[in-house]
């Protein structure tokens, strides 16, 4: 079969499509045929070696895909051959074949593509972990969201809004204000000087509960004037250090939290995709698709994904 393969860490064009073995589903274990691989920037910072969990090489990158069960291993009872499904947290994911556990591997309703499969894993694990697990997130809550158009972005409105929380979110083009707005959320361009002092008439003053901050060396100071009573802001993203003043959160009781994805436990994979499988069930959660590249693109995907003003996801069809 056909996969992408990395023999050394570096830029995006040390990525490779190769001929390697097909896998085979040992016990507990689920041979997806791949139909789209989700592109998340945190795949490129693996693949530079600048991230701090690194694999050994040679690898295949790859953690979120969506397709059809080719093959089940002994004790696999959730999914049959044949069932369409999306699968999270997977190694190896850009290639033909997929290798995955069992406890990996969730059926994908009808009503959402392979693609929108590809887009589940990293962004909507990611939000919902964020708004529930960490921020302790509930209905009646105001939420700002950072990069509200891109893939963690657009999945964190819906999961948002479709919890009763009220959502405001910021992009910086029109087309991405545009996405903001059609997800339900208020929108405001962070390409605008001081759009953030736009949240206290926004909000009566009050400010807001939650902050989901995707580039915290840019905003997290400021994000700290906006922020409610006892307010958190939870730091999915940052590109270098920045400079605060703790000040401002002493009078408010503020919470800054740090957090990952990667430190998910088993139990909480568990808690973040039975509410995830709700929302695509009922049609409250439709991931939001962007740019689709086919497999071979591997390495012009990885650059368009670091790229500002991102729409939606970017997901690769092999």
């Known amino acids: 079969m056909k996969a992408i393969v990395v023999h050394e860490f570096g830029p995006p ?10 896998p085979r589903a040992g016990d507990g274990q689920v041979v997806v045929r791949v139909r789209a691989v989700g592109v998340n920037p945190v795949d490129g910072y693996i693949r530079s070696g600048t991230y701090a969990r690194k694999p050994t090489l040679p690898y295949t990158p ?14 696999v009872s959730r999914v049959r051959p044949g069932d369409r499904v999306y699968a999270h947290a997977v190694n190896g994911g850009c290639a033909e074949l997929a290798l995955c556990e069992e406890w990996q591997v969730h059926p994908l309703p009808s009503r959402a593509s392979f693609q929108q499969g ?16 960490r921020a302790a997130a509930r209905a009646g809550d105001t939420v700002l969201i950072h990069g509200g158009s891109g893939g963690v972005g657009t999945a964190a409105i819906q999961i948002a809004r479709s919890h009763g929380m009220r959502v405001i979110a910021t992009a910086g083009t029109n087309e991405g204000l545009a996405v903001v707005r ?8 962070h390409r605008e000087p001081g759009y953030l002092q736009q949240i206290m008439p926004l909000t009566g003053g009050q400010g ?15 994000d700290l004037e906006v922020l409610a009573f006892r307010g958190r802001v939870v730091v999915i993203g ?20 740090g957090m990952t994805l990667f430190n998910a436990t088993r139990e909480e994979f568990l808690e973040i995709h039975s509410g995830i499988r709700a929302g695509l069930d009922n049609g409250t959660l439709a991931p939001v698709i962007g740019r689709e590249f086919p497999l071979a693109d591997t390495a012009n995907a990885h650059e368009a994904v670091m790229q500002p003003g991102a729409m939606g996801k970017i997901v690769l069809i092999p």
């Open 62 to 75: 790859g953690t979120d895909i969506g397709g059809v069960v080719e093959s089940i291993g002994a004790g």
């Open 182 to 189: 059609n997800l339900g959320a208020e929108a405001l361009n």
């Open 208 to 222: 807001v509960n939650v902050v989901l901050e995707m580039l915290a060396n840019v905003n997290l100071d400021q």
């Open 13 to 22: 064009d040390v990525m490779k499509l190769e001929e390697v073995p097909a």
């Open 118 to 133: 590809a887009a589940i894993g990293v962004p909507y694990g990611t939000a919902w972990r964020a708004l529930f697990i």
């Open 238 to 257: 940052s590109r270098g250090r920045v400079e605060i003043d703790p000040r401002k959160t002493m009078g408010k009781d503020a919470v800054i939290l």
